[in-house]
């Protein structure tokens, strides 16, 4: 991202301070109708993205070339002619009238401007895929067997794209344009208000003296301060800065420091309140409200990260790590006392638990997360203040709306063609009517798109294509889009492409490649526990009550199961035989069966008070 000076700057800034003023008017006041909403969310980002981004690595940093202000002129007026036009458009017969010539140049020019700003932005995997949709539209027909595509013409395809909801303009840029936008404005304003820096001295008050004290903090932080960021690699840098070279101070190797802050860190898309921005687009997929996705969200999140803890605390405890120094921590009553600063994130959760949207839900918590900042001089915003969050918080909306309009692109492919079904049979056919290759197939295709797309992108691309197949098998909608979500999110810290991790050894000092497999191994539990709730949903809480505590204790025991048997340790080392025991019922206690959870609970419950036993007497 370049970094503007002067004019530039000051030209960005209020386009910025605009788009974000232009959402938070459509949340008080109420959204414009979806196509036009998208169209103006786009106008603003499009143009901004060309200032933002450089071409090449080897274009300036601290300027924008004549080109890009081209570039960035001429990504306008595809949405300015949608604008201005926008009742003859809406109410057009689709695929019955003419599309003018002039449709024709401007959705290709939008196509291609698309295309360049996620190549900039996002990166080639995700311009090709939709490149390649493109593609298919216009030639599928000619394409032998199961790949055959209806034919369609040219023009059919930009009317599709440009003048549809179905297309650029779908579901994903519709949740970037209302949801995403205020809860990025939100992030800002709370970054703003010192929510960032308590959440580091709550963890630092809670873990700091404990066994093992900064990893903790790590696990801790990056949790909190996840839930608020929703980017693995931001957060790694964001909080990976402080807790990296204390865990390295204290003990942990290199390796072990950079992995931990980022599975820690990969962690905060699935946290709820406020998860990736895929967590939104699901809810609109399924059409149910957030605070569904919100809930089912939990019992994963909290297991995921209990799994990451334990870990933590076991390593600690086998190589004799201590705590931080008592002048490091602050003080229970100093961090109670600002306890306030948590308001905002309280406030939201309690509106969006009482029904009221998220839109509205994240507008009350800015609100609120203003009147904090009052409360303490050193994040006191007045009216510069509140611009610069507004600013800070839009500025990482490029990402999300570049990546859903690409993403649209597929969808649009998707949709037109037919090739939706054809995937669906594909993945029958492969997995020969079995549920469980089916789910295998679409883990590795999740996983795979995730390395190479943001998650939202990866997330919009295999849902369309995969969840129709797990649904046609008799999986239900909600976790079959949490399964093919959960391995979006976590292919950060699956190699050989594990981004968090890579950002992580860059301030570790560690080999890429080696935190990318200790972060695997930390992680390891996200690789298990979709597929727990796939055939058990009292894992996302959708069962009985009974159910449900049954399934949080079963996933208790799976994460302290694994984190010994991973570790070696529990309370003494561990042999071979007792290692492979501990690792057999970390994985059959997640079994959808009652009496194989119960037997398992059991069955490490006298495990470990054997080990307890034992190591008494040591």
Not at 113 to 122: D, K, N, P, S, Y
Not at 190 to 216: C, N, Q, R, W
Not at 262 to 268: I, L, M, P, T
Request: charged content about 10%; proline content about 5%; aromatic content about 12%.
């Amino acid at each position: 991202m370049r970094k503007l000076k002067g004019v530039t700057y000051y030209f960005a800034f209020l386009s910025l301070v605009a788009m974000g003023v232009f959402h938070i008017y459509t949340a008080i006041f109420g959204t414009f109708e979806a196509y036009l909403q998208r169209n103006v969310h786009l106008i603003f980002a499009l143009p901004l993205a060309f200032i933002f981004y450089p071409a090449t690595k080897n274009s300036p940093k601290d300027r924008v070339p004549w080109y890009d202000w081209i570039f960035a002129g001429l990504s306008v007026l595809p949405g300015l002619y949608a604008i201005l036009n926008y009742e003859m458009i809406i109410y057009r017969m689709v695929q019955v009238e003419e599309v003018t010539t002039a449709q024709i140049v401007l959705g290709t020019l939008l196509v291609v401007m698309v295309l360049e700003a996620t190549r900039r932005i996002v990166g080639l995997a995700l311009t090709i895929l939709a490149a390649a949709s493109v593609f298919y539209m216009y030639v599928g027909h000619l394409l032998p067997g199961q790949l055959k595509g209806m034919y369609v013409t040219y023009d059919r395809i930009i009317e599709h794209l440009y003048l549809t909801g179905e297309g650029i303009f779908s579901t994903p840029l519709g949740v970037s344009a209302t949801f995403v936008m205020l809860f990025l404005i939100l992030g800002g304003f709370l970054e703003h208000s010192g929510v960032g820096e308590y959440f580091m001295d709550l963890s630092k008050a809670l873990a700091g003296k404990t066994i093992g004290g900064p990893a903790k903090i790590a696990v801790v932080s990056s949790g909190l301060f996840g839930s608020i960021s929703g980017s693995a690699v931001a957060n790694v840098y964001a909080t990976g800065t402080f807790t990296i070279p204390m865990m390295k101070q204290l003990g942990f190797s290199p390796v072990f420091a950079g992995a931990v802050e980022a599975v820690a860190s990969s962690g905060g898309q699935i946290m709820p309140p406020i998860m990736g921005a895929a967590a939104f687009i699901m809810a609109s997929f399924l059409g149910i409200p957030y605070k569904q996705v919100m809930i089912a969200a939990f019992v994963p999140a909290f297991l995921y990260y209990f799994y990451v803890f334990m870990s933590v605390h076991t390593r600690a405890i086998k190589r004799g790590l201590r705590g931080l120094p008592a002048e490091m921590i602050p003080s229970i009553k100093h961090v109670l006392k600002k306890l306030y600063v948590l308001a905002p994130i309280i406030v939201l959760v309690v509106m969006i638990m009482r029904g009221y949207t998220p839109m509205r839900s994240a507008l009350i918590a800015i609100i609120v997360s203003w009147f904090v900042s009052l409360l303490d001089k050193r994040y006191r915003m007045g009216p510069k203040g509140v611009l610069n969050a507004i600013y800070d918080g839009s500025k990482n909306v490029f990402v999300v709306a570049i990546a859903c309009a690409a993403a649209g692109i597929v969808v649009g492919a998707v949709t037109l063609t037919g090739l939706g079904f054809k995937l669906v049979s594909f993945i029958f056919s492969l997995a020969q009517n079995i549920p469980f290759l089916a789910l295998v197939m679409v883990m590795l295709m999740s996983i795979v798109l995730g390395m190479g797309l943001p998650t939202t992108a990866a997330y919009i691309v295999a849902s369309a294509l995969a969840v129709p197949a797990l649904i046609r098998l008799g999986f239900k909608a909600l976790p079959s889009h949490m399964f093919v979500f959960y391995y979006a999110v976590f292919s950060a810290i699956t190699p050989p492409v594990a981004l968090a991790a890579y950002a992580a050894s860059s301030i570790s000092g560690a080999k890429p490649s080696e935190t990318g497999y200790q972060a695997f191994r930390l992680g390891l539990i996200a690789m298990i526990i979709p597929y727990a709730f796939m055939y058990d949903t009292g894992f996302l809480l959708q069962a009985s009550w009974m159910r449900n505590l049954l399934s949080l204790a079963a996933g208790l025991v799976s994460a302290m199961a694994l984190s010994y048997a991973i570790e070696g340790f529990l309370k003494t080392k561990l042999n071979l035989v007792s290692r492979i025991l501990l690792g057999a019922i970390g994985v059959l206690v997640l079994f959808p069966i009652l009496w194989l959870k119960i037997l398992c609970i059991v069955a490490f419950a006298i495990v470990f008070a054997q080990f307890s036993m034992r190591a008494e007497k040591i």
